[in-house]
T-cell receptor
Framework: DAGITQSPRYKITETGRQVTLMCHQTWSHSYMFWYRQDLGHGLRLIYYSAAADITDKGEVPDGYVVSRSKTENFPLTLESATRSQTSVYFC??????????FGPGTRLTVT | DAKTTQPTSMDCAEGRAANLPCNHSTISGNEYVYWYRQIHSQGPQYIIHGLKNNETNEMASLIITEDRKSSTLILPHATLRDTAVYYCIVRPLGGKLIFGQGTELSVKP
């Protein structure tokens, strides 16, 4: 089905572990984004990508790594998870001028 | 990017029009007004956007003042399913979305 999907939907991991959140879109949108949402902070941009192999930092990039080898995928990796990275993560995509479409979110808990 | 100011919360009776205000007094000439909403536990959903003229789609209407310093999102016949946080964002086409705290709209029976 067309759309934007995220996996896993729920993840529990331990402090110090590496974890990768996946994002896949079927529209061939050039732009993709990662946000985190915490109580009291709203949605904050972590990283975004304008095209395959082009990525840039958002408001809160520390502790995260992204890659974009294919247009349709934009994985987000926490190289060494910390408790402060417990959050809900949303992926989004758009073409250059239109609105962003958001995925259903991944709820990550770091213990 | 210009900053927006919205009321923290609003109530609306089911079936009535919900009018959500947004101030953006520092908006630049190339910045559009976008509205998104987020229903609890879901990803944000695009509603509407505009530059100068009023806009209407199947979800809502957007009224932008002539000086572009404020706007109002109108949900003409609010339902319980419209209960959500509504975000007003100003940005140029293709620019980043910067979410504020939004307005928590509660539609009551």
């Amino acid at each position: 089905d067309a759309g934007i999907t995220q996996s896993p939907r729920y993840k529990i991991t331990e402090t110090g572990r590496q974890v990768t959140l996946m994002c896949h879109q079927t529209w061939s949108h050039s732009y993709m984004f990662w946000y985190r949402q915490d109580l009291g902070h709203g949605l904050r941009l972590i990283y975004y990508s304008a095209a395959a192999d082009i990525t840039d930092k958002g408001e809160v990039p520390d502790g995260y790594v992204v890659s974009r080898s294919k247009t349709e995928n934009f994985p987000l990796t926490l190289e060494s998870a910390t408790r402060s990275q417990t959050s809900v993560y949303f992926c989004a995509s758009s073409d250059m001028v239109r609105e962003q479409y958001f995925g259903p979110g991944t709820r990550l808990t770091v213990t | 990017d210009a900053k927006t100011t919205q009321p923290t919360s609003m109530d609306c009776a089911e079936g009535r029009a919900a009018n959500l205000p947004c101030n953006h007094s520092t908006i630049s000439g190339n910045e559009y007004v976008y509205w998104y909403r987020q229903i609890h536990s879901q990803g944000p959903q695009y509603i509407i956007h505009g530059l100068k003229n009023n806009e209407t789609n199947e979800m809502a209407s957007l009224i932008i003042t002539e000086d572009r310093k404020s706007s109002t999102l109108i949900l003409p016949h609010a339902t319980l399913r419209d209960t959500a946080v509504y975000y007003c964002i100003v940005r140029p086409l293709g620019g980043k979305l910067i979410f504020g705290q939004g307005t928590e709209l509660s539609v009551k029976p």
